[in-house]
């Protein structure tokens, strides 16, 4: 298959999740957005072309970043938004130990005593996770808020030479 009209499939289908084409992608596939990139070959026999395109995702993915705005189409945990890679990737331990490892960005930016803050939930005690991870962890989210204004944009990452 072509990537590079596979990849720019997965780009319109990021920003226009709400186009007709858009909505029957889910409705034959039973895939989100966020389900495409989170799992992506639960389906028994998956066609030559749902193949490709879940090719091309995982390669786009790792070519994109977003730009955050409201939240609400990143995946806190699995996109490439904050570092210099994923949640998931760079904080595998308390992703494990994460009650909420397929919500969006905008589930963890919550109210909280008058004052918006972020708010992740692990199992078991705080103490039982690594203290100087968890530092860095809330470290690392201080450095960002969320605007509540505008939609989340996918943008290209530069490759490093």
Not at 22 to 27: C, E, K, L, P
Not at 78 to 103: I, M, T, V
Not at 132 to 157: I, N, P, T
Request: glycine share 6%; aromatic share 14%; net charge positive.
């Amino acid at each position: 298959m072509n990537q590079a009209l596979l990849s720019k499939w997965k780009w319109r289908f990021l920003e226009s999740e709400d186009l007709l084409w858009a909505r029957m992608v889910v409705g034959r596939f039973g895939y989100s957005r966020h389900q495409i990139d989170c799992f992506p070959q639960n389906r028994p026999r998956p066609s030559s072309i749902w193949t490709g395109i879940i090719q091309a995702t995982r390669q786009f993915s790792e070519a994109v970043s977003w730009s955050v705005g409201d939240g609400r189409k990143i995946l806190f945990w699995h996109d490439h938004w904050l570092c210099d890679a994923p949640l998931k990737d760079r904080f595998p331990s308390l992703f494990e130990a994460s009650l909420n490892r397929e919500d969006c960005v905008q589930m963890f930016w919550q109210m909280s005593a008058k004052r918006r803050e972020w708010v992740v939930r692990f199992r078991g005690e705080q103490g039982d996770l690594e203290g100087a991870r968890l530092q860095e962890f809330a470290r690392v989210l201080k450095e960002v808020s969320l605007s509540l204004h505008g939609e989340d944009r996918v943008c290209w990452r530069p490759k490093p030479r």
